[in-house]
């Protein structure tokens, strides 16, 4: 029991030692420096979206999701995960991105984790700001 | 079938022609006592022909194309002519105007063309006007004149600037949704043309006008606009019946203005989202339209089309040939004073996929 109490109180010093924590830092705090720097980063790759989803995808056909989808209309990011009658399933957003990029783009399909995906879906889903959430709705 | 009136049949036959696409013969009948100067004729546009690269060319809106030629070619009465109402190509390359117009070489009769941005600001139209003549023209057919323009021009300042390559402006333009789009106009030169073209019209004379964008504002930021729209319009103003006919939108738009009604093109090739639909900024679409079917993207066609337009005592009515949905008419009506469409339901009854968001 004493031997175990004690390991905490070293981890703290030894964190005091390489400077991992400032004087009186508590872990779950950040600055405005902080949130707007987090704010940047996801503009970023909101602006990476956007290029990509205005023919920077680079496929072959060279279509590009703007020519049916001007701003991101009618992509309806609010509505997902919902039942998508074509595919017999409930769907997320970016499958139908994929579907998209596979069909009208005539490219191959992305990995969910592909920073493109994501990309495109902070640029379609910044688009539709302030619309409110409606999983399911048709 | 002796008691349905003309354009009944031609209603008919285009739901017939639409489910089967097969040859139909239609009996003409008699329409009112100006019977002999009822025509129809067809309305293609924005097909949006884009090359890949040498001779291979996107599939998809090739086959648009294709399709509402040929089932052009099936309509029955003939039309008298058929408009092409702009946007030939994507990016108005030389072999993009011409891979299309080889599919248009196949429509039997009389093709009249509408110039739109996408053939336009590569060459400032150079390569369009050589294959197909004049931008703005007139002429007059059964007692009704028709006149085209060219909408689609913008600030000369912005035109003649120091651009890398014609292709570098082209895809400024190129791009509806552009955060540093230029606004489409008719422009000074063109409306003095327009004026005096008009001098030696009678005011009963019906006026039909083409033009690629419409000469109304309805949104600004994709172009579903023309800046100098109200000029334009107080030129038609005199007349006593004008029909305006425009494509660019992709969509089913419906508007009487004055004297004026409005009708737009579906595309061969893609439909385009209401602009309400995209909330961040307002728009302004007439309340008169009836909103087509949303687009189910798993099949090609759906949400595109072409139109035949029946002209019948000065009015026309535009039927819309909509692959996968039912077929629309929206008729001028003499009651309303405005066009209605015929197969609508009232605003709080229309089925869901009539409901855009």
């Known amino acids: 029991m004493n031997q175990n109490r004690k390991y905490p109180s070293i981890i703290g010093a030894l964190s005091m030692l390489l400077g991992l924590y400032g004087p009186g830092a508590v872990a779950d705090e950040f600055s405005d420096a902080d949130i707007d720097r987090w704010e940047m980063e996801y503009e970023v790759v909101v602006e990476e979206g956007e290029k990509l989803f205005h023919g920077g995808l680079g496929n072959q056909n060279t279509v590009s999701c703007d020519q049916c989808h001007p701003n991101g209309a009618n992509t309806h990011p609010e509505t997902y995960p919902k039942f998508q009658q074509q595919l017999g399933k409930v769907a997320t957003l970016w499958e139908m991105i994929n579907w998209c990029i596979e069909n009208p783009l005539q490219a191959e399909k992305l990995a969910a984790d592909d920073p493109k995906l994501i990309a495109l879906q902070a640029y379609i889903t910044e688009e539709r700001k302030g619309v409110e959430l409606m999983p399911g709705k048709h | ?357």
Do not use: C
């Open chain 2, 1 to 357: 079938m002796s008691k349905i009136n003309r354009r009944d049949v031609l209603r008919n036959g285009a739901a017939v022609l639409a489910a089967s696409s097969l040859p139909i013969s239609m009996v003409e009948l008699a329409f009112g006592a100006d019977s002999d100067q009822n025509f129809t004729f067809a309305y293609i546009s924005d097909s949006h022909i884009t090359q890949i690269k040498g001779n291979e060319f996107v599939r998809n809106w090739d086959r648009g194309l294709i399709r509402a030629v040929a089932e052009t070619n099936l309509l029955d009465p003939k039309p008298d002519f058929v408009f092409y109402g702009g946007d030939i190509a994507q990016l108005g390359k030389p072999e993009e105007i011409d891979h299309g117009l080889e599919i248009l070489s196949a429509l039997r009769g009389d093709v009249h063309y509408v110039m739109g941005e996408h053939d336009y600001y590569v060459d400032l139209g150079e390569y369009w006007r050589k294959q197909l003549g004049p931008d703005h023209y007139s002429f007059d057919h059964k007692g009704v004149h028709f006149v085209v323009l060219n909408s689609i021009l913008t600030h000369e300042k912005w035109m003649h600037q120091k651009w890398q390559s014609g292709m570098d402006r082209m895809k400024q333009m190129a791009r509806l949704d552009n955060p540093d789009g230029q606004p489409f106009m008719v422009g000074e030169a063109q409306r003095e043309w327009l004026r005096n073209d008009l001098k030696k019209i009678s005011k009963e004379t019906p006026i039909v006008v083409l033009s690629h964008s419409p000469l109304q504002k309805i949104f600004k930021s994709w172009n579903f606009w023309t800046d100098d729209a109200e000029e334009v319009q107080a030129l038609l103003k005199p007349f006593d019946k004008v029909t305006v006919l425009y494509g660019h939108v992709h969509q089913i738009q419906t508007n009487q203005i004055g004297n004026i009604s409005f009708h737009a093109a579906m595309a061969t090739a893609w439909p385009w989202p209401y602009p309400s639909t995209y909330t961040q900024k307002a728009s302004y679409l007439p309340k008169l339209t009836v909103e087509m079917n949303r687009a189910d993207p798993f099949f090609e066609r759906d949400a595109t089309g072409w139109q035949f337009i029946d002209v019948h005592t000065g009015r026309a009515d535009v039927s819309y040939l909509l692959p996968d949905n039912k077929n629309r008419t929206v008729a001028y009506s003499e009651k309303a004073g405005h066009p209605v469409d015929t197969g609508s339901r009232k605003t709080d009854d229309r089925s869901p996929p009539q409901k855009h968001f």
